[in-house]
């Protein structure tokens, strides 16, 4: 998520999108994601393959990506 393709063995910071507050993250081997104070938003970056990121595609996002703004109640 720091916007190269290096390998980490330890977190890193990641800049998130102006105004965007991460409430939750959830890291796997290639891919994280984040849910942030509005409900609505789900922020994720790592390699794109199979649909991994939830967006519909296969690209890889080195930033933090807007997933799915989801329309809740």
Known sequence: GDGITTNRNTPVKVSLPALVS??????????????TDNINEIYCWGP??????????????????????????
Not at 22 to 35: F, K, Q, R, Y
Not at 48 to 61: A, E, I, P, S, V
Request: proline residues 8%; contains cysteine.
């Open 48 to 73: 794109g393959k199979h649909g991994r990121l939830g967006n519909g595609g296969t690209d890889n996002k080195l930033t933090p990506t807007l997933v799915q703004s989801i329309d809740w109640p």
């Open 22 to 35: 991460p409430l939750d993250i959830e890291a796997a081997v290639n891919h994280s994601c984040i849910t």
